[in-house]
């Protein structure tokens, strides 16, 4: 174990895999070098207590940085370039010939897309009928042909137009759609006018036999499913 821990990240990763460096460790991967008189891994720790988390470091904006000893433009656009190479990462594989294989997928997915966003967000990803996925009971054949952020609003409601869904599933030939917003409190927990929105686009949907397999709330590190709830 000691050798294990008085390896450099590069050594460990090499020798034990990548899921063995600690988020401090795999940061200092990133960053690469440290600043005078501070080695990488010590600036990847003091980043990680001052902004309480990867995900709080890597959604932070350039004035959060100010005060940040270390941090410059260089370094910032790293870190950025991070988030941002992890968002399509997911994005490009779900679109790829990989269908959503499981809910923890589809989760996320929908966590790289929303979870950092700073107001209500309402997306959609659009399938057809060629292969196969699983979204909670499900077991349909669905590939995913899109996904599209069709609704932005305030910090705490964004406006939903059901027939705008549905518009764009005939436009893409979609025989299903998976819904999802965020919730930027990071509490997932469905409202009311979750529920009443969602059963609004399901009936909308059913007139042109499009199924609404699910509809997922994103929080911070937390989600909730309405088809794993019984409610659709």
Known sequence: MDDELALLPREKMLNFGITSLTDAELLALFLRTGTSGKSVFILAQELLQHFGSLHG??????????YV?????????????????ARRYHSVRVLGDNPLLSPEMTK?????????????????????????????FLDNQHRVVKHSRMFSGTLR??????REI???AIKVNAAAVILAHNH??????????????TERI?????????RVLDHFIVGRGEYVSLAERGWI
Do not use: T
Not at 157 to 162: L, S, T, Y
Not at 202 to 210: A, G, H, R, S, V
């Open 166 to 168: 549905v518009r764009e």
């Open 184 to 197: 930027p409190s990071g509490c997932a927990e469905p409202s009311k006018a979750d529920k009443e929105i």
């Open 69 to 85: 000893e270390g941090i410059g433009l260089a370094k910032f656009a790293q870190l950025k370039g991070i988030a941002e190479l």
């Open 108 to 136: 996320d997915f929908l966590q790289s897309q929303l979870s950092d966003a700073e107001r209500e967000i309402f997306m959609v990803i659009f399938l057809d009928n060629q292969h196969r996925v699983m979204v909670i």
């Open 202 to 210: 399901i009936k909308c949907c059913q007139f042109m036999d499009i």
């Open 157 to 162: 409601h964004v406006e939903v137009h059901p």
């Open 57 to 66: 470091l890597l959604n932070a904006d350039l004035d959060e940085f100010r």
